[in-house]
């Protein structure tokens, strides 16, 4: 079975700052890794993705995430943060295997302050 | 265009009641879903469907039928609507090629 945990509910932090949002999986088998972003009342929009390869996958917006298999993480990270990021994020992995679930986190919501 | 559409896009409805929701998706996948967002943003998956067929039950009460007409087509059914319904429920599709899922606009259901 796998597992996704988000540790930080909440992330409070200033504009221009940089921000991580950290995100560990528990997995059997090999994933492929998402994060995804929401912003209020919306539905979720892809952020980056990694599937395989360079462990350093970039998304929109500035956003990047680093493949950990040791660690099992993918911590996503912007080196300076706007006030337009302000929004909830959720990772998730999927097994890499046909026809099989996401598995999302509980989400951090990310407040940019100015 | 919009890729993944659900509606209604809000939904007030008393308690007992039985509604529907629909989502179609223009992007051509085969595999589609549906998902539960509490008051607290998590996600629970519910369904999910590859071409037509139901291939993700969850552990879901049986008030909630889905019902896949077409491969583009994936609608909710509700009956006997309670409190604890109420949540935001999204519609999603999977790219085969990609594995990136793509989400609705979301419908936010109120039972009273």
């Known amino acids: 079975a796998q597992s996704v945990t988000q540790l930080d509910s909440q992330v409070p932090v200033f504009e221009e700052a940089p921000v991580e949002l950290r995100c560990n999986y528990s997995s059997s088998v090999s994933v492929y890794l998402f994060w995804y972003v929401q912003y209020p009342n919306q539905g979720l929009q892809l952020l980056l993705k990694?599937?395989?390869?360079?462990?350093l996958v970039k998304g929109i917006n500035g956003f990047e995430a680093e493949f950990n298999k040791s660690q099992t993480s993918f911590h996503l990270r912007k080196p300076s943060v706007h006030i337009s990021d302000t929004a909830e994020y959720f990772c998730?992995?999927?097994?890499?295997?046909?026809?099989?679930?996401?598995?999302f986190g509980s989400g951090t919501k990310l407040n940019v302050k100015p | 265009d919009t890729a993944v559409s659900q509606t209604p896009k809000y939904l007030v409805t008393q308690m007992g009641n039985d509604k529907s929701i629909k989502c179609e998706q223009n992007l051509g996948h085969d595999t589609m879903y549906w998902y539960k967002q509490d008051s607290k943003k998590f996600l629970k998956i519910m369904f999910s469907?590859?071409?037509?067929?139901?291939?993700i039950n969850e552990t879901v009460p049986n008030r909630f039928s889905p019902k896949s007409p077409d491969k583009a087509h994936l609608n909710l059914h509700i009956n006997s609507l309670e409190l604890g319904d109420s949540a935001v429920y999204f519609c999603?599709?999977?790219?085969?090629?990609?594995?990136?899922?793509?989400f609705g606009p979301g419908t936010r259901l109120t039972v009273t």
């Open positions: 998730a992995v999927s097994p890499r295997r046909g026809m099989d679930k996401f598995y």
């Open positions: 999603a599709s999977e790219s085969g090629a990609t594995y990136e899922q793509y």
């Open positions: 469907y590859n071409n037509k067929e139901l291939i």
């Open positions: 990694y599937l395989s390869g360079s462990t």
